[in-house]
């Protein structure tokens, strides 16, 4: 069985302008009590090889919420994908659903070198009045010679000058085995024309594991870096991540204090299993939170169900379902919160993912699909 660490790492990985436009359940429950936010995974930036997905490929997603008083399930907005002939994603027409109609909203594009790396993204909005597409938010990724990003600059646009302007960078830093070890977030000060520190992470590997964390933020009053949050991870014997131990910066004391310890537990095929938060409260480590997992016999998430401490009981909090295709692409996530007063579960979201093999283009028809041209659909819900 393959080693998953999933619920692990996909939490706090993500890439900007990916074209998701709506919440995304797989990405709880967060890690940390601390924002993972601008934290990107340079390695996602590089094209998909052609024939990673022989089968299917994404050609569109639709988010829904559960509407109590009528007990159905209300289109809330979808994104149709289109690919280029590397079968690399090229654009992504975001849709909210109004007046029983689906209306764009956003465009994404996507572009890339000859090597493969996407080296820029461009966000446009439609203007309904004028009916055109509006240029909104762009990203311009550089490499180093590893083909690793190395930086990346978002900039907006201003209509009114009809040009872009700077708003956020990201730079990144590696070790001798291109391993990300470092990230520096700066801000644009229009005033000064200059790029203003903000913050930024350290990360410290032993083997190939992420021992610590590290997050400073950028005083500008003492113009120095101070210290602000950390995490200690310790792993088991088969490399599995098993205690996340988080810690606050006082300044008062210039020590770190423990706040937070995170615990998995896996079971027999090295997957998560449990999740245990829990928290120092006057110098008792007390529960908070609890998720647990179950998987398919092919080792795909299939359940998460999560829980809150109160006075000594776990209290039933919440239920993600995940079903999946033939190939094994994710086709289905539903959430659903526990009512105390009713004692079952009520539906809360639902996102469904359309595949077609070869990346063929499916037709959309009211958030239904109709057929795929020259393409085979495979669905389980």
């Known amino acids: 069985m393959r080693k998953v660490l999933?619920?692990?790492c996909i939490s706090w990985i993500s890439v900007i302008g990916s074209g998701q436009e709506y919440p995304r359940a797989s990405v709880l429950p967060i890690p940390s009590i601390y924002e993972r936010h601008g934290i990107v995974d340079p390695f996602s930036l590089k094209s998909e090889k052609s024939g990673k997905s022989s089968f299917s490929i994404m050609d569109s997603t639709y988010?829904?919420?559960w509407n109590v008083g009528n007990s159905i399930w209300d289109n809330i907005s979808s994104s149709l994908y289109q690919y280029d002939e590397s079968i690399r994603?090229?654009?992504?027409?975001y849709r909210e659903w109004q007046t029983g109609m689906w209306v764009d909203k956003k465009l994404h594009e996507y572009?890339?070198?000859d090597k493969g790396n996407r080296i820029r993204y461009l966000r446009k909005l439609w203007i309904t009045g004028e009916q055109k597409w509006e240029n909104s938010q762009?990203?311009?990724?550089?490499?180093?010679?590893?083909?690793?990003v190395s930086s990346y600059i978002i900039e907006n646009w201003n209509e009114g000058l009809q040009s872009w302007e700077n708003t956020v960078q990201y730079l990144y830093g590696y070790d001798g085995e291109q391993r990300l070890i470092y990230q520096e977030n700066q801000t644009w000060e229009p005033d000064s024309l200059?790029?203003?520190n903000n913050y930024r992470f350290f990360w410290t590997f032993k083997d190939d594991n992420i021992i610590n964390e590290l997050r400073q933020n950028w005083s500008s009053s003492d113009s120095a870096w101070i210290n602000y949050v950390k995490d200690d991870y310790l792993y088991n014997e088969e490399g599995n991540l098993t205690t996340d131990k988080?810690?606050?910066?006082?300044?008062l004391d210039s020590l770190w204090e423990e706040k937070t310890i995170i615990n998995y537990t896996y079971n027999l095929d090295n997957l998560v299993s449990d999740k245990l938060y829990q928290s120092w409260v006057n110098d008792v480590l007390e529960n908070f939170a609890?998720?647990?997992y179950q998987y398919t016999p092919l080792d795909q998430l299939s359940i998460i169900q999560g829980y809150q401490w109160n006075t000594g009981l776990w209290d039933t909090l919440l239920l993600y379902l995940y079903e999946y295709d033939i190939y094994g692409n994710l086709t289905k996530e539903e959430n659903r919160d526990w009512s105390s007063s009713i004692h079952d579960w009520v539906n809360s979201a639902r996102w469904e993912y359309y595949f077609s093999q070869f990346g063929e283009t499916i037709k959309i028809n009211g958030g239904f699909v109709d057929a795929a041209i020259d393409g085979i659909c495979e669905f389980l819900f």
């Not at 994603?89 to 027409?93: A, M, P, S, Y």
């Not at 762009?138 to 690793?148: A, D, G, K, L, V």
């Not at 988080?246 to 300044?251: F, G, K, L, M």
């Open 138 to 148: 762009q990203i311009n990724y550089s490499f180093n010679e590893y083909n690793n």
């Open 194 to 196: 200059e790029w203003e």
């Open 111 to 113: 572009f890339y070198d």
């Open 6 to 8: 999933f619920i692990i």
């Open 246 to 251: 988080q810690s606050v910066w006082s300044d």
């Open 89 to 93: 994603k090229d654009t992504v027409l």
């Open 63 to 65: 988010y829904f919420n």
């Open 290 to 292: 609890l998720y647990t």
